[in-house]
């Protein structure tokens, strides 16, 4: 029977910061993106006319995250929870997503959510 560790040895840990006033938020993501096939992810963003069908794309890289709720319970990475997010913060993590495919292609390795 496999493992769930096994099942997430195509994951990425990456971590993305964000400004709010005077400070500054972490969020640790975990994604898949080698459960994708280039065409297949370019041919879903051809066809993605709305920002729904972004957020479905995205919640599907996204495979975990630490982010709460307000008494401090795990979201899920779902359409709906990242339609509750401000746009430039959506924006922002597929910026992330989008560095960290351009520095694979490249042979760059980042640096690891966590210091790994």
């Known amino acids: 029977m496999p493992k769930l560790s096994e099942l997430r040895r195509g994951t990425t840990k990456l971590t993305a910061f ?3 006033g005077d400070h500054e938020v972490e969020l640790n993501l975990e ?3 080698d ?3 280039e065409s297949e992810l370019n041919e879903r963003f051809a066809r993605a006319k709305t920002n729904e069908e972004l957020r479905e794309i995205l919640a ?3 495979v975990g ?3 709460t709720d307000d008494d401090g319970e795990p979201l899920p ?3 709906e929870t ?3 997010l401000p746009l430039p913060i959506v924006r922002d993590l597929w910026v992330l997503i989008g560095e960290h495919l351009t520095s694979e292609r490249l042979g760059e390795r980042r640096r690891p959510a966590g210091g790994s």
């Open 82 to 84: 990242l339609a509750e």
């Open 65 to 67: 995250w630490d982010l």
């Open 18 to 20: 964000f400004r709010l």
């Open 35 to 37: 459960r994708f096939v």
């Open 60 to 62: 599907d890289i996204i």
């Open 77 to 79: 990475v779902t359409p």
């Open 31 to 33: 994604v898949a993106l």
